[in-house]
Structure formats: C-alpha cells, structure tokens
C-alpha cells in the first residue's frame, strides 16, 4: 500500500466535520418539526383574539 494512502486512511479530521454536519441538521430538523405546530395553533390563536377585541365595545358604555 502506498505510503499518502495509509496516511488518508488513516486522518480522521474530516470524520468529526461529518459528524457535526449530521448532528447540526438533526438538531434543526427537530427543531422544525416542533415549531411546526406552534405555528398553525398561533394563527387561530391570534384569530380568536382579533375575534374578541372586535366583539369589545370601545368607550365608557354610554
């Protein structure tokens, strides 16, 4: 075997690189996927507000 092919073989350097790529989108997959519902749950949140603040009567009551 020739000697700069044991020594690419044996250089692990890149492996972590790979290993925090692969761990970095993990982390951020998972982060979309429970952010996904909040978000949808806070749009008919926020509808049901604007829903009630429009149903509020503005003044003193008079």
Do not use: H, N
């Amino acid at each position: 075997m020739r000697p700069w092919l044991k020594k690419f073989i044996r250089k692990t350097d890149g492996a972590v690189t790979v290993e925090w790529v692969t761990l970095s989108a993990a982390v951020i997959g998972l982060g979309m996927i429970v952010l996904w519902p909040v978000a949808f749950s806070t749009e008919s949140s926020t509808q049901g507000v604007a829903d009630y603040i429009e149903g509020v009567e503005v003044g003193y009551g008079r």
